[in-house]
C-alpha cells in the first residue's frame, strides 16, 4: 500500500518509470511519505543514511559506480542544506543526483513552525533544475505536478531538486497502486539524423498526424477550429510541435484533445502548451519540418489532406471576405500591399504588436511576421520594432494599436531613427480586444477602467519627435495613406493613423467568424 498524498505518488510513479533503481533515505517524520513508496516498489534499492551530510555524497558514490540518476531523501528545514557540498561536487562532475526534499505547506514557512525555511532554490546555481511540487486538488493541478517531475527527471549530467510540501495528517497508507503517470522523455541532439528519422516515422505512421508551427505564424488555424467544433474526425492522436507560442486559445484548447505531442527545440525545454507532452526532441524544428513536408509529397496522407481541404476552404473565405471600414478592413488592404513588398530585393520587415493587430495578422499576413508572443505583452512592441529599424537598410513596418503604442511612445524619442521605419496605427479609442470577451460587457467598469478608453491622438507625439505624421478617417483615405506609406521617401519615420469606431470593429470581426459556416 501506498501514501494517500497525491503528489508523492505522482513523483513515486514517474521516478520508477525513468528508470531510477537507487535511493539513499534519510529519517524525519515529515518525508515519511517519500520513503515509505520507495520502499513500497520493487524496482527500487532503499539504502538508509542518517547524516545528512553524508547521504549526499553515499548518493554521489553511487552515481559513479552506476553512471545513472540516484535519489537522496531528506525531511524539512535544515536537513536540505546539509545537503549542499555532495550538491555541489555533483555539478561540476555532472553526476544526475536527485534530490528530494519534504517540506512543510508553504503557507507555514516563516511562521515559527518547526523545521520550516524557504526550500525552493534552496540549493541555488548547483542544481540544473528545481521544482516545488503543488498539492494537487483538480486535474489541472495534477498535470502541472506531473509536468514538473518530467521537467526534473529527463535532465541529464547535473543534479537536479524536487520540493515536496506535504500537509498533514503524514501517515495514511491507504492507497493500493501508483497512479498510471505520463512521462516525458527527451530524444537528445547527438543522434540528429537517428532523430529525425524516428520522430518523421512516427508522424507518417500515426492515424492522425497534425504539424503545428508556432509564432511566427498560424494562418487561419483559428478559424478552421471555429468551424469544425467538436468533430471528431478532425482531433489528431499526434501533435509535432515547432516554433513559438500560438495565439489562438481556441486552437489551444482544441490540440489539448490529442493523444500525445512531440515538441522539438534546441535547448530539450518541456513546453507543454498542450497539456499532453511525451516526448522533446532536441533539434532544429525548421530541418525536421521541412523533411515531414518532402515525405507528404511522395505519400500524401489523408489526415493531412482533411485538414488541408478545411484550411484551402477558410483561406478562400478570408479573400472573398470583403469587411467594412474596420480595423481588418485596413489590415486586409496593408497585407494585399505588404505580400510583394517581402519578396523583393529589398524586402519589407513586418511587425506586428500584440492583441488584436496578430490576430488579424493570423488571418491575412502570408508572409513572415514579428511579434513579441514570448510573454506577450503590449508594452515594448514598439520600441521592439523601432530597434530592429536601427540596424538594417529594409524598411520596417510596424501595425500597432492604440494602447499598445500609447504606452511605447517613447521608442519615437529617440535620435537614431531613420526613414525606414513606418508605422500603421489602428486606433479606435480603446483597447479594442476587451470588446470581444464574452462575459466581459456586463461589467460597468469595462470601457473606462479595462479597455482604458481614450480620445488620443498620435499627431502630437510625431511633431515632438520629428515623426512624419499621416492619417485618415474612411476607407478611401485608408488606402491612399496605406499606398503612400508603402512608398513615399523620407529621411524620418512616417506614422499613419486610422481611426474606427471600436463597436463597428467588434461587429465586422464577428460577422466575419459567423460567415466562415457558410
Not at 520522430?199 to 492522425?208: A, D, E, G, L, Y
Not at 508556432?214 to 494562418?219: A, E, I, L, V
Not at 486559445?249 to 490529442?258: E, I, P, T
Not at 521617401?489 to 467588434?506: I, M, N
Request: with cysteine; charged share 20%; hydrophobic share 40%.
Amino acid at each position: 500500500m501506498y501514501s494517500n498524498k497525491e503528489n508523492v505518488n505522482i513523483l513515486t510513479s514517474l521516478l520508477v518509470a525513468h528508470g531510477v533503481r537507487h535511493a539513499v533515505v534519510c529519517p524525519g517524520s515529515r518525508n515519511s511519505p517519500i520513503v515509505h513508496n520507495l520502499n513500497e516498489c520493487k524496482e527500487i534499492q532503499c539504502y538508509p543514511v542518517t547524516d545528512e551530510r553524508s547521504a549526499g555524497f553515499y548518493a554521489l558514490g553511487m552515481t559513479q559506480a552506476l553512471n545513472e540518476p540516484v535519489v537522496v531523501c531528506v525531511t524539512s528545514g535544515t536537513a536540505l542544506l546539509n545537503l549542499a557540498p555532495a550538491v555541489a561536487e555533483a555539478y561540476y562532475q555532472q553526476r544526475p543526483l536527485i534530490v528530494i526534499s519534504a517540506d512543510r505547506p508553504p503557507q507555514w514557512i516563516d511562521q515559527l513552525d518547526g523545521q520550516t525555511l524557504p526550500q525552493p532554490d534552496a540549493l541555488g546555481c548547483f542544481v540544473r533544475k528545481a521544482v516545488s511540487l503543488p498539492e494537487p486538488h483538480d486535474n489541472e493541478n495534477r498535470w502541472y505536478c506531473n509536468r514538473l517531475v518530467n521537467e526534473a527527471l529527463i535532465v541529464r549530467h547535473a543534479p537536479v531538486h524536487i520540493n515536496v510540501p506535504i500537509s498533514e495528517p503524514l501517515f495514511d497508507y491507504t492507497v493500493a497502486e501508483l497512479p498510471k503517470e505520463r512521462k516525458i522523455e527527451l530524444l537528445p541532439a547527438d543522434t540528429p539524423s537517428d532523430t529525425l528519422s524516428h520522430v518523421c516515422q512516427k508522424f507518417m505512421q500515426s492515424k492522425r498526424p497534425m504539424l503545428i508551427c508556432g509564432q511566427p505564424m498560424n494562418p487561419n488555424l483559428d478559424e478552421a477550429v471555429f468551424l469544425i467544433q467538436d468533430d471528431e474526425r478532425y482531433v489528431p492522436d499526434f501533435v509535432l510541435y515547432i516554433g513559438g507560442s500560438i495565439v489562438s486559445k481556441r486552437v489551444k484548447r482544441f490540440l489539448r484533445k490529442a493523444k500525445e505531442t512531440w515538441t522539438v527545440n534546441w535547448t530539450g525545454e518541456v513546453n507543454d502548451t498542450f497539456m499532453n507532452l511525451t516526448h522533446v526532441v532536441q533539434g532544429d524544428g525548421e530541418v525536421l519540418a521541412d523533411q515531414v513536408r518532402f515525405m507528404l509529397e511522395q505519400q500524401p496522407h489523408p489526415f493531412v489532406q482533411l485538414w488541408e481541404e478545411l484550411l484551402m476552404r477558410v483561406r478562400q473565405h478570408a479573400a472573398d471576405y470583403t469587411p467594412a471600414y474596420s480595423e481588418m478592413a485596413i489590415v486586409k488592404y496593408s497585407e494585399t500591399q505588404f505580400s510583394p513588398l517581402t519578396t523583393h530585393h529589398l524586402p519589407f520587415i513586418i511587425h506586428y504588436a500584440n492583441s488584436t493587430s496578430i490576430r488579424l495578422a493570423n488571418i491575412y499576413a502570408k508572409h513572415y511576421v514579428y511579434c513579441n508572443r514570448g510573454v506577450n505583452g503590449i508594452d515594448g512592441s514598439l520600441s521592439t520594432a523601432a530597434g530592429f529599424s536601427c540596424v538594417v537598410d529594409n524598411r520596417v513596418f510596424c501595425v500597432i494599436g492604440d494602447l499598445s503604442f500609447f504606452y511605447d511612445q517613447n521608442a519615437l524619442w529617440n535620435q537614431n531613427l531613420r526613414g525606414n521605419f513606418r508605422i500603421l496605427l489602428l486606433n479606435n479609442g480603446k483597447g479594442g480586444i476587451f470588446n470581444l470577451l464574452k462575459g466581459l460587457e456586463q461589467s460597468p467598469a469595462r470601457d473606462q477602467f479595462v479597455a482604458a478608453a481614450h480620445h488620443t491622438s498620435a499627431e502630437g507625439i510625431c511633431m515632438q519627435n520629428d515623426v512624419k505624421y499621416l492619417k485618415a478617417e474612411n476607407m478611401e483615405e485608408m488606402q491612399k495613406g496605406v499606398d503612400l506609406l508603402l512608398n513615399m521617401e523620407s529621411d524620418r519615420p512616417v506614422l499613419l493613423e486610422v481611426f474606427t469606431d471600436a463597436s463597428e470593429d467588434e461587429r465586422v470581426f464577428k460577422d466575419y467568424y459567423l460567415k466562415v459556416k457558410g
